[in-house]
């Protein structure tokens, strides 16, 4: 079965520093991965995905990820943090041969301190 | 603008109620989702459509009910509910691998 694993739940920076958010997946099968933001009181917006290709993908808001297939990861990082990044981000999965369910991780809290 | 719409916002209801939340996309979608969002859990899936009149059961369907009469809607019934359901729930529709989600409805059961 698949699952998907946020490794930290609250990852407190200080602005302008960098920032690195954990995730790591288990499939048996060829994934596609999402990264997804959700600020305070909001639903859900798409940062970034891998479908396939390069397995860097840059996405919105100055964040990028990194597909690694042999670690089976896929973390989300930002050179520069800012107060507006403060956020729950969450990470998602899904087979390429699947009936369209997307496995979520439980979120990873980004703390922005001034 | 296009994309997923869900009703009530906000809803609180008292133990053993039933309630309807509505979700309505205008993408001509096949596939639609609900899914409930609980603290340190992410989001998982209740219950979920590949087409009109298609339902089938996610990872958390007890005490939910679905239907899908039409592509644009997909309402999720609360048949009797309960505190375990407090939560805040999304509405997904989906082609391909692009994702569109509803703004919630956070549910509050006393």
């Known amino acids: 079965a698949q699952s998907v694993t946020q490794l930290d739940s609250q990852v407190p920076v200080f602005e302008e520093a960098p920032v690195e958010l954990r995730c790591n997946y288990s499939s048996s099968v060829s994934v596609y991965l999402f990264w997804y933001v959700q600020y305070p009181n909001q639903g859900l917006q798409l940062l970034l995905k891998?479908?396939?290709?390069s397995t860097l993908v840059k996405g919105i808001n100055g964040f990028e990820a990194e597909f690694n297939k042999s670690q089976t990861s896929f973390h989300l990082r930002k050179p520069s943090v800012h107060i507006s990044d403060t956020a729950e981000y969450f990470c998602?999965?899904?087979?390429?041969?699947?009936?369209?369910?997307?496995?979520w991780g439980a979120g990873t809290k980004l703390i922005i301190k001034p | 603008n296009a994309g997923v719409t869900q009703t009530p916002k906000f809803q609180v209801l008292k133990t053993g109620q039933s309630m309807t939340l509505q979700c309505a996309q205008d993408?001509?979608?096949?596939?639609m989702s609900w899914y409930r969002q609980d603290p340190g859990m992410g989001l998982r899936l209740i219950h979920y459509?590949?087409?009109?009149?298609?339902?089938d059961q996610g990872e958390v369907p007890n005490g939910y009910n679905v239907s899908r009469s039409t592509t644009e809607d997909f309402p999720l019934r609360l048949l009797s509910a309960a505190p375990s359901q407090t939560s805040v729930y999304f509405c997904?529709?989906?082609?391909?691998?692009?994702?569109?989600f509803g703004s919630g409805t956070r549910l509050t059961v006393v």
């Open positions: 891998y479908l396939s290709g």
């Open positions: 998602a999965v899904k087979n390429e041969d699947s009936n369209y369910q997307l496995i």
């Open positions: 997904a529709s989906s082609y391909g691998q692009r994702y569109t």
């Open positions: 459509s590949v087409g009109a009149g298609i339902t």
């Open positions: 993408m001509n979608h096949e596939y």
